[in-house]
């Protein structure tokens, strides 16, 4: 893991669009992994201002609430379409997020994995990190291993998410995420965090053991992540000097 930390999250939101604007020039046809939640907004609101040529990339969303049409305001397919894909010229086609109303979910679950691979893997994989240390929605106590799958929310995250529903009983209890093996196999991980709120996952997810109940630190086992953060999110780190320290005096061969 290599950890970045800036003044700010605009800062830090730069170093990782700088990423997809490199991948992009670098690869047209790249497979992206995309998160939703309040943190990669601005990365996304930046993206949308650089000019890139979309119309080759194929993208796939970490997870969706079940049981959400795609219409619905709080389902992740609209939060993309709204936040991201509708000021691209991305192809419909190209564009993945699981379906919050599937026929047949396992089947549906199946069909995601095997539509990852077919596309060639996913290059670069976004991700936030909820207060609890979930990465897309491996709630703690999620396999270490596992792949795309229904899963159901804890309360916290059902608070946390509250936000964009009209009220608590309105949040779904169940989703489809990608699981902890798939982000896994994305050759590139950046995992954005910002604010106080989340300096305490965000120290257990670096620096604590990697644990099931900390779903984000089998990041420690990625062999090329970053994780980037503003000074709150990073509060708790106790080895944020040596982060600093690495970050400013990157050997040539590495820093370009
Ligand atoms: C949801 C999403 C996660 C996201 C998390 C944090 O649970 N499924 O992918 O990382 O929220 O959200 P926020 O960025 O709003 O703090």
């Known amino acids: 893991m290599e950890i970045i930390i800036q003044v700010d999250a605009e800062s830090a939101t730069a170093i990782a669009a700088e990423m997809i604007v490199r991948l992009l020039r670098e690869k047209p046809n790249a497979v992206l992994g995309l998160a939703t939640g309040s943190t990669p907004l601005r990365l996304y609101r930046s993206l949308v201002h650089k000019k890139l040529d979309w119309r080759k990339v194929t993208t796939f969303n970490l997870d969706e ?3 959400l049409p795609k219409t619905h305001p709080g389902s992740y397919y609209h939060f993309m379409w709204d936040n991201l894909f509708r000021h691209l010229n991305i192809s419909p086609k190209n564009v993945h997020v699981p379906d ?3 026929k047949d979910a396992m089947k549906f679950c199946a069909k995601y994995e095997q539509q990852i691979v077919a596309a060639g893997g996913i290059d670069l994989q976004v991700l936030g990190v909820g207060g609890d240390g979930h990465i897309g929605f491996n709630e703690p106590t999620s396999s270490l291993t596992s792949r795309t799958r229904i899963k159901t929310l804890t309360p916290e995250t ?5 936000r964009f529903f009209d009220g608590m ?9 990608m699981g902890l093996g798939t982000i896994m196999e ?5 995992l954005l965090a910002f ?10 997810t670096i620096e604590g053991p990697i644990t099931a109940n900390v779903p984000a630190s089998i990041l420690q086992m990625h062999p090329n992540t970053k994780v980037c953060l503003d000074k709150g999110a990073a509060a708790k780190l106790k080895r944020a000097d040596y982060y600093h320290w690495v970050f400013e005096n990157k050997p040539r ?3 370009a």
């Open 65 to 67: 609430y079940l049981g």
């Open 100 to 102: 919050g109303m599937p």
């Open 158 to 162: 059902r608070k946390d998410n509250a």
């Open 169 to 177: 009983d309105r949040v779904p209890h169940h989703v489809i995420t």
């Open 186 to 190: 994305a050759r590139q991980c950046v």
């Open 195 to 204: 604010g106080s709120k989340k300096a305490r996952a965000v120290a257990a």
């Open 253 to 255: 061969w590495e820093a």
